[in-house]
């Protein structure tokens, strides 16, 4: 059995697609049982359904999604949804946690509860992005450090090329830095220190630089960087999806014969915004800790939640972290 | 009249619609001169009409645009199509200079040949960024400096608010700081210094921090910050832009129905396609320089270099450079 400790309160509609996605998993996958932490009247009013594998523990404290400061609540009252769902997870009640709750405070609950493993310096939030190949790009680190070493990038490297391997079935993951340019040289002190380690780790398939404008396009797989610049990437990527959405949106209603266009191609535009979802392909992977922590979207809905328990549950089975702390403490590599 | 020097070898399709523009131009602008500098039996294969307005000055020099070390290729030979073009206004032959060329070298060929102007510590690249709204948002530093200091940014933000006002017709533009969080305090060093400075700068219109996802929805008009981060956010719009273009172009031929939906949509695509293509508002401005220095894409057609010149002429006849320099060398704002 594998045992997910979900955060029933974190999220913009919490926690109604929390309870229905967990619902999906259950039905999807019988070797899962589910604890969800939070308030069990709202809870329950989603519970359409009994399942022996599903279980609730009360809490009526949940963390706004807009936190300030996490490190003093966390200080000051230990029984909030999120930490709860945590402490489970530290005590070996449960395998893995799932929260789409707000990320700064999921990042450092991550830190001060589950803890780094003894072989990583840094955590690193590390979302898939979406692709035009359909197959996801591993985004590193997207916002967990604003500042972070040119060596960090290196362990943070071998971790996603484990996720990439083991659960996203590459063969040999290639491995670039988001840099302003192609060439060696191009960028900051930071880029021109991280090309050349990576050039020279071994254990990495590094290919070069990789320039935004590429991402969405490109056949690399895990694309490294430091926190501030992934995420400005990130949201980038975000907004101008979103943003060109809406003009679309606009452009379609403004003539009779477009709308009725927008009608014959409702189809296509199901499978073109599936295909920029990134939901789809699960949560954003804290990755540096001793245990599985996924960070779903904020604005989940019930399929992003259940595609991030999927995700934890997979990484639970295939021993990741285990897997990652192996290699990084003797330096091997199979 | 009013003068621009146009560099005719300068982008990935020149010199067609370097030409192709100039003529548009030409006949749109009757208070307009222009001098072609380029490959003079390239030039007149696309010169479909004569104009009296219209001169070339010939040279078989061009830049190739993948140039790596546009110094060294400066200090060696002067008669490079972009150089001449240049040295042609620091002579005051002309008055502006409009170039698709690459832009490591338009932006160093600025510094040595235009030189900045002495109230300016920094030359910035400064592209029009497509909006949801159709006003077009100005972005700098986008990759001119890869270090900046937060102090560098007030005078960048003022020259900014200038052709935000004078060419761009915004009242009081609004002006804020790219950053990954929206609250004071939030990003690396450089933004929380960043901040304090641009509240207290009595001269820009500060409204705060501005997330990423949100550049392309925003109201705000000028958005700040340095040449590293403005570039990726730039080129992570353009890819992403690109990409789901690819998308939607996938999904529109994927069956009959989405195939004659397609068509019926056509022109609302092209409306879209139009929103999105900052060529409709103009190219670059290298900002920071004496002289008026437009870079378009490297990918301009005829409409974009068309749009580049009008630009270049609008900033010329707004005197916008002797404006920006009597602002910031007597420290006085009207």
């Known amino acids: 059995m594998i045992k997910i400790a979900l955060d029933g309160m974190g999220g913009d509609f ?19 049982e589910i604890t969800i932490y939070g308030d069990q009247n709202e809870i329950k009013k989603y ?11 009360h809490t009526d404290k ?8 996490p490190i003093s609540t966390y200080r000051k009252d230990k029984n909030y949804s999120l930490f709860l769902a945590m402490q489970s997870v530290k005590d070996k009640i449960n395998d893995a946690v799932v929260t789409a709750g707000p990320t700064q405070a999921v ?38 450090n604003v500042d972070l070493k040119p060596e960090h990038l290196i362990e943070l490297g071998i971790f996603a090329r484990i ?19 192609s060439e060696e040289g191009k960028g900051r002190e930071f880029e021109i220190e991280a090309y050349k380690l990576l050039k020279d780790a071994s254990e990495l398939n590094f290919v070069g630089n990789i320039e935004p404008k590429d991402v969405f396009i490109t056949d690399v797989d895990i694309l490294l960087t430091d926190g501030f610049t992934g995420n400005i990437l990130m949201k980038s990527m975000e907004g101008t999806t979103y943003g060109l959405g809406k003009v679309l949106k606009r452009e379609l209603k403004s003539s009779l014969k477009s709308k009725i266009g927008g009608l014959l ?17 699960g949560g ?12 779903a979207h904020g604005a989940s809905d019930d399929y992003a939640i259940f595609n991030a328990i999927r995700q934890a549950k997979e990484m639970v089975e295939n021993k990741v972290i285990e897997m990652v702390d192996e290699i990084l403490s003797k330096k091997v590599w199979n």
């Open 14 to 32: 919490a926690p109604k697609p929390v309870v229905i996605g967990a619902l999906q998993a259950l039905k999807k996958y019988k070797n899962l």
């Open 107 to 144: 990042v450092v609950a991550g830190h001060l509860i589950l803890k780094r493993i003894s072989s990583m310096k840094r955590v690193a939030l590390a979302p898939i992005l979406p692709s035009l190949d359909g197959t996801g790009k591993i985004l590193l680190d997207a916002g967990a």
């Open 265 to 281: 191609i409702k189809g296509a535009l199901k499978k073109y915004k599936a295909a920029l979802d990134s939901s789809e392909i």
């Open 284 to 295: 954003a992977l804290v990755i540096g800790l001793s245990k599985i922590l996924i960070k």
């Open 62 to 69: 949940f963390l706004d999604m807009g936190i300030k400061d």
């Open 163 to 181: 996720i990439s391997e083991k659960i996203m079935k590459k063969v040999n993951p290639k491995v670039a830095l988001v840099n302003i340019g």
């Open 47 to 57: 519970l359409t359904e009994e399942n022996e594998r599903l279980k609730i523990v």
